[in-house]
């Protein structure tokens, strides 16, 4: 008896234990109810609205996102409860690596699928983090954009139609889309009254009273930027010149270098143009990005033009680029203090570098087949080892103690990150074929960063990743005529931003870096003004995190929730869990107690023959 009773007592003591973990690890933030609308099809081509009941919960977290349902629930609409998070977080300007999101969705229907309950899911997780409680004669249908506007969405007729049998009073839709006159009188017999919004902001003032749209503040080029801006431009093009300057010929016979330096000069123009009007970082990217490039390629095939031995000469240049990139890297990781004002600027050196040992990799590649190639893959490896060495130049000297393993759990959270915005984009069915690729390249070179060990540019190439995927689920909102009204729309969403980094004493250099680039194209291209709007509100949030020392750190993948509600899921895991711990105590106790009591009854039948035998331990 005494092996089943010490089984009974375990039991008892990891029950406790157990729940009283699983009370603490579940603290619950608050919880919020809405309805929202789908549409049920049928063979002879009628389409009616179907209700359904959203039911979100926060706990204090790691910043995961699980979706569950009655019914079964599409993969677009699981990719849209993670956008629509993202969203009410950086509409609140919170933390969402401080939480986890439970969404719970109760429908008659057998499938629920698409991301028209985005912004549905953004309110009523905004409702919980701000604690204002929702108005149940409100129900709205939109998905939820990137940058926190309503994006269209489809059957919003008759939608409205089953959110006026339902009892709502006010219900909103997506400001693109429209209502037919049929449904409006039909809505407005039953005592309801469709409303056109533009934002997730303005959704949330109807659902709960209270407006927390920001004021936005248009001077972010601060001293320190501005500062900062201007020496590295300095820097950039001090080392354009000296390499202008040690070119063989200005008009060599190569007719690619000739062309090289034809296109350097015409850059030059406009980069000094960028820099009198204070632009520096766009004329410092610029710098890097072309003329630079440009000139060494150009000095590159010189070289190689008066060589006897043209394929030796691009070898040794590579052997010799990357003992400088090591170098470089080397000293950008020990020699400069690490604190919340210098880490970024070491993280964009530390990523400038892994791609110049891309380009070297592929210069490498080329020399086989192409030396004009590969000459052209080295000088984008120089003139971005050298671009590193420049951002860091203003860092005080110093030993400290960085090591990019520090940031491997950062790493995968945004690599995560990347994944879904990247699957969710493809889901839409966009149609912006040059960027949708440079998204997969991006996707695929923050994965291989990452498998290498190089988390800084894991990171990066993450970021990248998501800016373009921001851009194509917006561009799933953009009809005739529109573009320019969600480009600014973008742009307003990326300065807000970049107002609370501010305002929390924080420079986001790389974020007012990009919003500046976006900027160059508010007038011309829209889809790079949207692109880089976003990339600059991703990385202005992620330089928040990094000033902060408020990281998220992945706590495994997310998945969706078992179809049930979310806490008693939580308990029940627990319950599960513990069941399987005692059963599995139980029964070794079982076996502990049959396997003493067959060495009992074998003792006695050797002392009753008489035969002794020592034990052994």
Sequence with gaps: MTGKISAVLAVLVLLVAS????????????????????????????????????????????????????????????????????????????????YNFYYFITSSSPEVGGPSAGAAFAVAAMSVLTHKPLNPSVAMTGTANPDGSVGIVGDVSEKSQAAADQGIKTFLYPSTDNITSQA?????????????????????????????TPVLNTNITTPLYTSLMRQTYMMFNAYQQAVYASLL???????????????????????QALAANGDYYVAASDIVNASATDLVYAKALEE????????????????????????????????????????ELKFIAIDRLAQASQFLTAAAAELNTSISSAAYSYALAEVKRASAGFWVSVL??????FSEAAFQNQSAYYLAKANSYSEYAGLLGVGLAAQTQQMEIDLNASQNYYDNGQYVASIFDSLDTIGIADLLIEENSITNGSAFQI?????????????????????????????????????????????????????????????????????????????????????????????????????????FEFKISKIRKTLASRLKSGRRRRSRK
């Design 396 to 401: 005080p000297m110093g030993r400290s103690n």
């Design 487 to 591: 480009s600014d729309q973008v742009s307003n969403s990326a300065l807000a931003l970049i107002n609370s980094a501010e305002a929390a004493g924080v420079t986001p250099f790389i974020g007012i870096s990009y919003y500046s680039l976006g900027n160059s194209f508010a007038s011309t291209e829209p889809f790079n003004y949207i692109q880089f709007e976003s990339t600059s509100r991703e990385y202005t949030q992620f330089e928040i995190r990094l000033a902060k020392g408020a990281l998220p750190i992945l706590s495994g993948v997310p998945q969706p929730a078992a179809s049930q509600e979310p806490i008693v899921a939580l308990y029940q895991d627990f319950a599960y869990l513990v069941l399987g711990i005692a059963l599995g105590v139980i029964f070794a106790g079982i076996v």
């Design 184 to 212: 409006a009188l039909y809505d407005e017999r039953l005592g309801m009254i469709p409303t056109p919004v533009d934002s997730v902001y303005e959704a949330y003032q109807y659902f709960t009273g209270y407006n927390v």
């Design 19 to 98: 729940f009283s973990f699983g009370a603490v690890h579940a603290e619950t933030v608050g919880t919020a109810s809405l309805y929202i609308f789908g549409v049920a099809s049928y063979s002879n081509g009628t389409v009616i609205g179907i209700p359904a009941k959203l039911n979100v919960t926060v706990t204090n977290g790691t910043g995961q996102v699980y979706l569950g349902s009655t019914p079964l629930v599409g993969t677009d609409t699981q990719a849209q409860a993670v956008v629509s998070t993202d969203v009410a977080c950086q509409l609140l300007n919170i933390d969402c690596a401080d």
């Design 249 to 271: 010929s200005q008009s060599p016979s190569d007719q690619y270098a000739s062309q090289a330096i034809n296109n350097a000069q015409s850059w030059i123009q406009t980069e």
């Design 304 to 343: 190689l033009d008066a060589s006897n031995s043209p394929s030796s000469l691009m070898t040794s240049m590579i052997a010799q680029e990357n003992t400088s990139i090591n170098r470089t890297y080397a000293n950008i990781t020990k020699d400069y203090l690490t604190n919340s004002s210098t880490l």
